[in-house]
């Protein structure tokens, strides 16, 4: 099946700072999401970026579909963004998850 | 509130008991999907419907567990004869429209199951 990498694993940041969270995949694939997985465990669907660039306020996200990978920028952090990040990809029908970003973000 | 929605949020039972989940999607998705997801990692992929047809079912799916979505709605996912292994977060989300091309998926709240 399709493999997916994210990186930093852990990732510590003093709000304001900027980041960039990266996902690597290692097959061609029909879909890619960024979630936010939030302390209660919910998952907020933040892009769904199969290929191309968007942004949506302080969040932009770029997938590289021939080069199998995609990244997500957070601008200005802020506290609320805490919390782990992640891609998955769908091959076919379903997704696939990459282990996550834990991110911690400071005041 | 038109999201995915999950009943227990949490559900705490003792081994050897069966225990069932149940998950309604957003109104107008055709498609569900139960994720099941453990201490430090993502959610692992453990089956799909397309309208009421279990189209794929992932390895992790023992004979112990069993899904259904009875009407092309609502799905019920029931563990029997539980273990402690089984302790997780059970995720369910949905797809769709019918016919759409795009395939978002959208997440529920999950159910919190321990088993003592």
């Known amino acids: 099946g399709i493999q997916v990498e994210q990186s930093p694993p852990d990732l510590i940041l003093q709000e304001g700072a900027n980041s960039t969270l990266r996902c690597n995949f290692s097959?061609?694939?029909?879909?890619l999401q960024w979630f936010h997985q939030n302390p209660w465990g919910q998952l907020i669907n933040l892009f769904y970026i199969p290929s191309g660039t968007k942004q949506n306020g302080r969040l932009s996200a770029t997938t590289v579909a021939t080069e199998r990978y995609s990244l997500l920028y957070i601008s200005s952090s802020q506290t609320t963004d805490s919390g782990v990040y992640f891609c998955?990809?769908?091959?076919?029908?379903?997704?696939?998850f990459g282990k996550g970003t834990m991110l911690l973000v400071s005041p | 509130d038109t999201g995915v929605s999950q009943n227990p949020r949490h559900k705490i039972t003792k081994r050897g008991q069966n225990v069932t989940f149940r998950c309604d999607p957003i109104?107008?998705?055709?498609?569900l999907y139960w994720y099941r997801q453990t201490l430090g990692q993502g959610p692992e992929f453990l089956t799909y419907f397309q309208n009421e047809a279990q189209l794929e079912k992932s390895r992790l799916l023992s004979d112990r567990f069993s899904a259904e979505r009875p009407k092309g709605s609502f799905s019920t996912l029931e563990i029997q004869r539980t273990e402690q292994g089984d302790s997780a977060m059970y995720l369910c989300?949905?797809?769709?429209?019918?016919?759409?091309?795009?395939?978002?998926?959208?997440f529920g709240p999950g159910t919190r199951l321990t088993v003592l």
């Open positions: 097959d061609s694939v029909n879909n």
């Open positions: 989300a949905s797809s769709g429209p019918t016919g759409g091309s795009r395939n978002e998926q959208f």
């Open positions: 109104s107008e998705h055709n498609r």
């Open positions: 998955a990809v769908e091959g076919y029908s379903t997704l696939t």
